[in-house]
């Protein structure tokens, strides 16, 4: 289920904030664990493959001199995303702290007990509160794409835009087994790093569920053309192992452009701008403190207006791209 509350967070990306400046590059030794790679392993990268690999990493700089990494990520990957590139590698070797959204691994009965709010639990379904015709739409893709079984009926009509998008995924070998800051979060438990939370599964259960019904119909009504999702999860993921902000800008696009204008704003504003008011002041807040942080949250988070980095720069950070 958190991975599922967190599915539009893999979204947006745009050319703004933070100087495309690269840091010199500056190899440490790599710590004795390794990243922990799921079953099946991932294929032997190939030169080709590491040679445009290079998703966002920034270094941030307080005025008053404190340095943190910010770390854009998706939460669903395809195996060919680990391990991940040395230079990634080495800033989080230099971090005595991970900052995840939400610690996954620790939360999943919390995310069991949120869960019940995008649920029907009056007897109703999910036809309660859509038309005839989405309906039979919903009813169509779920038998052609075999989702039998998965509970979408029993879901609220945004719950289960989001479930259907991440079934697209799949389509295209993105798992949320393989996402980033799950693997990320395996990676800093072995190695016995402090995890730092940015938000709360409460807080983002709250985002959603707070969802006007026009939104969530309007959500569900994007998500049934599956195959267009599935191929918008594939170039998101070949844009984000490219650090390709715009590629990855199209992925929400898609978003803005399917639905209107009004619904959009509510959508925008609820699921990044104002999250990421709270999540600058937790990254001033560890900086502050003199935490060494690897900052990490989705993507979008980073790049839009009035984004994390936005927000730094604004009050009087410098943020500098780290380039392989």
């Not at 680990?82 to 230099?94: N, T």
């Not at 007897?123 to 509160?129: E, M, T």
């Amino acid at each position: 289920m958190k991975k599922i509350l967190i599915l539009a967070i893999l979204l947006i990306l745009t050319a703004c904030g933070g100087r495309n400046e690269t840091i010199p590059y500056e190899p440490t030794t790599p710590p004795a664990t390794t990243t922990p790679a799921p079953q099946p392993l991932p294929t032997e990268p190939t030169p080709d493959r590491w040679a445009d690999y290079a998703p966002l990493l920034w270094r941030a700089t307080s005025p008053a001199g404190q340095t943190m990494y910010l770390f854009g990520t998706i939460h669903a990957a395809r195996a060919d995303a680990h391990p991940l590139p040395q230079f990634i590698m080495d800033a989080l070797g230099r971090s005595d702290y991970l900052a995840l959204e939400i610690s996954i691994l620790e939360n999943l009965d919390e995310a069991t007990y949120h869960s019940a709010r995008f649920r029907y639990t009056d007897g109703r379904d999910i036809s309660y509160d859509i038309s005839e015709e989405l309906f039979d739409n919903l009813m169509a893709v779920k038998d052609e794409h075999y989702l039998h079984g998965r509970g979408i009926l029993t879901t609220k009509p945004g719950m289960a835009a989001m479930s259907l998008e991440y079934f697209a995924l799949e389509r295209v070998g993105m798992f949320t087994r393989y996402g980033i800051d799950m693997l990320l979060e395996q990676y800093a438990m072995m190695r016995g790093m402090n995890i730092l939370e940015i938000e709360s599964i409460a807080l983002q259960t709250d985002v959603l569920a707070g969802f006007s019904m026009p939104l969530q119909i309007a959500l569900l009504e994007m998500a049934l053309d599956f195959e267009e999702a599935a191929q918008s999860g594939a170039r998101l993921m070949d844009a984000w192992q490219r650090g390709d902000g715009a590629g990855v800008w199209a992925y929400m696009e898609r978003t803005r452009d399917a639905i209107d204008e009004e619904l959009w704003v509510e959508f925008y504003d609820a699921l990044l701008v104002q999250r990421d008011i709270g999540m600058t002041a937790r990254a001033r807040e560890f900086m502050a403190e003199g935490k060494k942080v690897f900052f990490t949250a989705g993507a979008a988070h980073f790049l839009h207006e009035g984004s994390i980095i936005a927000l730094l720069e604004e009050a009087g950070y410098e943020i500098v791209r780290v380039m392989p």
